[in-house]
């Protein structure tokens, strides 16, 4: 058992780090694990609070912890998140192995091997540890919509959507399940409430990394009627492809009376370039304006069908010139063994462009059915003349 005053100084850690008081409750850790440094649950806490600032000093900090108690399956069940979140889901999956078996009945730890093996592009085996952690008492939410996600990369779609209806239906909140559902009504022709629940992708910080930020009012379905005259910035959204097709929508917000600003990647403001009154860099944002609009919210906008997608073509332009031409590849040197200088030891001088030899084929000769098969030959018997 620690000394009391470890126990003071834990506890006092504890509480800054549930008061928001980070760098303060680091230093308590460390005071504490100066004074007792075989003591497993200290470097823990320490590697909790380091995880989302140092992730190094976390890592190092939950070996300290299993280095002292490899028992200890909090310490497994963090550290292979950390691992997970840095990109290296092969070896959170064995730290994950380690946590469920010192506590099979957790179902968030089943769940959380069941991530590692999705990052690990496996999901069928995902959706083992999923649905047992929906089927132990009490289940796990999460996992409700990651089994609808490794169902749908399974490609069973009508699977996936019931398992996302069933996750909003414990979790309203939940925009994972939200965003799940709206790939599954998009794909089956479900447009109106597909467009709609696409919105929860906003909330998802990978999918916000295609964005520039930008402060203001999102245009919304009801600013339609008011929108004449005012100033609307559609920022494109994800790859090339996602603004070439969804830049469509632009002339519809042009014929409402509103004035376009297309913030786009440098590579695509000459392609664009007519479609708005401006086609500017997404590093260049303009001011002043009324709203902002994400390129792929636009069929929500505009409550698009089937039957209302934009077919009007083509409305893209190829401009005459590249205004940035694409340097030729450099010419690879061949990797062509050259033959060494005649040196006088060698019968021949090596011919100027020697020749690859000939390809052998090996062909496996078939044994006749009346051969007998080979047997090696008895040892040879001496015979020795009598004396």
């Known amino acids: 058992m620690p000394p009391p005053g470890v126990i003071g100084l834990n506890a006092h850690a504890n509480h800054l780090l549930a008061q928001g008081d980070l760098p303060g409750a680091i230093a308590l850790y460390r005071a504490a694990i100066a004074e007792a440094p075989a003591e497993a649950a200290l470097h823990f806490n320490l590697a909790n609070a380091l995880s989302a600032t140092d992730p190094a000093e976390a890592e190092a900090a939950y070996r300290a912890a299993l280095a002292l108690d490899p028992a200890y399956q909090a310490a497994h069940a963090n550290f292979g998140t950390l691992l997970r979140r840095l990109g290296r889901p092969a070896e959170a999956l064995e730290h994950y192995r380690h946590a469920m078996f010192l506590a099979p009945r957790d179902a968030a730890t089943r769940y959380n091997l069941g991530t590692a093996l999705l990052d690990l592009a496996r999901p069928a085996e995902a959706l083992t540890f999923f649905r047992q952690a929906t089927n132990l008492i009490p289940p796990y939410p999460p996992a409700f919509a990651s089994t609808g996600e490794a169902l749908l990369r399974l490609g069973q779609r009508a699977a996936a959507r019931r398992w996302f209806e069933a996750a909003l239906a414990q979790s309203p909140e939940d925009d994972g399940a939200r965003l799940g559902l709206a790939v599954c009504q998009l794909a089956e022709g479900d447009y109106l409430p597909g467009w709609a629940n696409f919105e929860a992708r906003l909330t998802n910080t990978r999918a916000l990394i295609s964005l520039p ?8 379905p009801e600013h339609l009627a008011t929108i004449a005259g005012r100033h609307v910035v559609v920022m494109a959204e994800q790859g090339y492809g996602d603004s070439i097709q969804f830049v469509r929508y632009v002339p519809l917000l042009r014929a409402q009376g509103a004035t376009v600003t297309i913030l786009a990647p440098p590579l695509l403001v000459p392609v664009l370039t007519g479609l708005a009154e401006a086609v500017t860099p997404k590093e260049h944002p303009p001011a002043p304006f009324d709203f902002i609009c994400p390129m792929l919210s636009l069929p929500w906008v505009f409550a698009t069908t089937i039957e209302t997608v934009p077919a009007n073509t083509p409305y893209l332009a190829v ?69």
């Open 213 to 220: 930020t930008l402060a203001g009012t999102h245009l919304r």
């Open 319 to 387: 401009p005459a010139s590249p205004p940035h031409p694409i340097p030729k590849p450099a010419r690879r040197p061949r990797l062509v063994r050259q033959p060494r200088p005649f040196d006088g030891r060698r019968t021949f001088p090596p011919a100027r462009h020697p020749r690859p030899p000939p390809r052998r084929r090996w062909r496996r000769i078939p044994r006749p059915p009346q051969c007998l098969p080979f047997r090696r030959p008895p040892p040879p018997r001496h015979h020795h003349p009598p004396r």
